[in-house]
């Protein structure tokens, strides 16, 4: 596994390659990562993972301050995968290294979800990964279902661009279905208590979908209860077509996408 700390080392050593799966992260590396890279190396001949928490998809400062960031063991983690090529850890200036401000903008109906909580988060997320695929140029980009509109938002953006295929991976959780996330770090057990919890009830709220007519204001009962029961703020609950993400009226080609606040910590999901 070959540490690649500058662009210039990571052109040297990716350039015999054209056969490259790539996995963009943030670190805090957990088993849904070590799933994306699984798949890249069963597809690809050579898998380059990347970690770089990028500043500018932080919509709040406390939440960039408090991210988890812990390189020597992700290093070890990845090491031991034996699954990995090459990691890229670029520092702030070898991705943002011209001056030009980003001319990505949202289409007003991809305002939804997280885009409509979080102002300028997904213009920072196609930014950073516009610049990753320019300086990685990977054959295919491996991104996680449990960040669903991310992959749908990148997917969209880099296709159009790029000969870069993006393949959407599932979503892996743990023992109690919570979905992994660097962000579980921050919880304390209890808090890992109460998000399976809430994952029970989203199941069950999925099936009884079926049985609704009026689904929006079924979905703002629901919303309340959760609130009330668990003593969370929630920022969305909606059931969205996969193919559009437009909001559905039928559990067909749907999921049901939540964010939530646990202890001040932002969880998503989407079952
Ligand atoms: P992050 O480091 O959180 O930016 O995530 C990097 C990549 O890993 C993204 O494509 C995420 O969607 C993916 N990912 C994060 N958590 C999971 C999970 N529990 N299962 C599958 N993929 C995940």
Do not use: W
Request: net charge positive; proline share 3%.
């Amino acid at each position: 596994m070959k540490i690649l700390l500058n662009n210039t080392s990571l052109f040297e050593s990716l350039r015999p390659f054209n056969d490259l799966g790539f996995v963009p992260t943030m670190g805090g590396i957990h088993k849904g990562h070590l799933s994306l890279i699984n798949k890249s190396n069963k597809l690809c001949k050579k898998t380059i993972v990347s970690i770089f928490v990028n500043p500018k998809q932080f919509n709040n400062k406390k939440d960039l301050k408090s991210y988890p960031r812990n390189i020597n063991k992700d290093l070890k983690i990845l090491k031991k995968s034996k699954k990995v090529d090459f990691v890229y850890l670029p520092k702030f200036k070898e991705i943002y290294n011209d001056k030009k401000k980003s001319k990505i903008t949202l289409q007003k109906k991809d305002k939804i979800l997280c885009a409509k909580f979080r102002k300028g988060h997904f213009e920072g997320v196609l930014d950073v990964m516009n610049k990753l695929t320019n300086i990685v140029k990977p054959k295919k980009i491996f991104m996680g279902e449990k960040d669903f509109q991310q992959l749908y938002l990148v997917k969209k953006e880099l296709e159009k661009k790029y000969k870069t295929k993006v393949i959407p991976c599932k979503t892996i959780r743990d023992r109690n279905n919570v979905a992994l996330s660097s962000r579980n770090f921050l919880l304390k057990k209890p808090n890992l208590v109460i998000a399976a919890k809430i994952y029970e009830k989203l199941v069950g709220i999925k099936k009884y979908i079926k049985k609704k007519k009026n689904i929006r204001s079924f979905l703002n009962l629901q919303k309340i209860e959760l609130k009330n029961n668990y003593k969370i703020k929630i920022d969305y609950l909606e059931l969205r077509n996969i193919k559009n993400l437009k909001i559905s009226s039928t559990n067909k080609n749907s999921r049901l996408f939540i964010a939530y606040y646990l202890n001040n910590i932002r969880l998503i999901d989407n079952l």
